[in-house]
């Protein structure tokens, strides 16, 4: 639980190329206002908008200058990062893993640790910087797929990601099918239930400092049918 008078800071990172009108912040964006119904500091950033260039494995950011040697938006945006306590990966499923940009700017983040290495949870690992103050991190991410399944490889991938940076792994919001909620949205169908559940998952990380198994499930739900949903998606592919 945060104490009272405490501000959390939260950043988070939408890669979608959609960035608000995709079907990702249909679920990133009642998490994060949940959050800020607690009283978090948030920060929303789209990497469609931001010059990130890829990583050239020089090292020196790692080793001696805690900076890129690349003039792009990281210069600036590396030093909120390191501030946030709190960090949300948002993307869609791309081939299995997150979106490319979102790959880019993880990839930049290798400043934030030494490149020396220590013996941590039974594994070498880089260890963090001082100023690095991320404590939690949590996946936000949908997919067109029906099966939640489709989402491990992701899942696996921003878990480590967090083992690398010493931050707690706090959990997913997973949108399986994220085509088909836009749909019902837009028709009125009951299903108010899921965005209200990504609120909640943000009220209860930054009252309670975790995020409850049955809000999470509840983001998760199937919508329609399997078969439902694949007939349905033949019958678009086949007409558009």
Same mark, same amino acid.
């Given at each position: ?88 990966? %948002? ?106 559940? %990504? ?21 998760? @739900?199937?919508?329609?049918? @399997? ?14």
């Amino acid at each position: 639980m945060t104490l009272k008078g405490e501000i959390m800071k939260v950043v988070a990172i939408n890669a979608s190329p959609n960035k608000d009108k995709g079907n990702t912040a249909l679920i990133l964006n009642p998490f994060l206002e949940g959050m800020e119904d607690q009283g978090a500091e948030v920060e929303k950033y789209f990497t469609s908008e931001l010059k990130i260039n890829p990583c050239q494995g020089d090292l020196n950011c790692m080793k001696t200058t805690d900076k890129c040697f690349q003039d792009d938006d990281m210069e600036w945006l590396l030093p909120i990062i390191r501030r946030a306590e709190i960090l949300v990966f %948002a993307s869609p499923l791309y081939c299995d893993g997150v979106s490319g940009p979102m790959k880019m700017f993880m990839d930049r983040l290798v400043p934030m640790v030494h490149l020396t290495m220590e013996i941590r949870n039974g594994r070498l690992r880089h260890p963090p910087k001082k100023d690095l103050n991320v404590k939690k991190a949590v996946l936000v991410s949908n997919c067109g797929f029906w099966e939640i399944e489709n989402f491990d490889p992701m899942k696996a991938h921003i878990k480590a990601f967090c083992d690398n940076i010493n931050a707690e792994y706090v959990g997913e919001l997973l949108r399986p099918h994220g085509p088909i909620l836009e749909a019902m949205l837009k028709n009125d169908i009951p299903v108010n239930d899921v965005l209200e559940a %990504a609120r909640q998952a943000g009220n209860q990380l930054i009252r309670y400092g975790k995020m409850f198994d049955e809000t999470i499930n509840n983001i998760s @739900r199937p919508l329609i049918s @399997r078969d439902d949903y694949l007939e349905m998606g033949n019958q678009h592919i086949t007409s558009g």
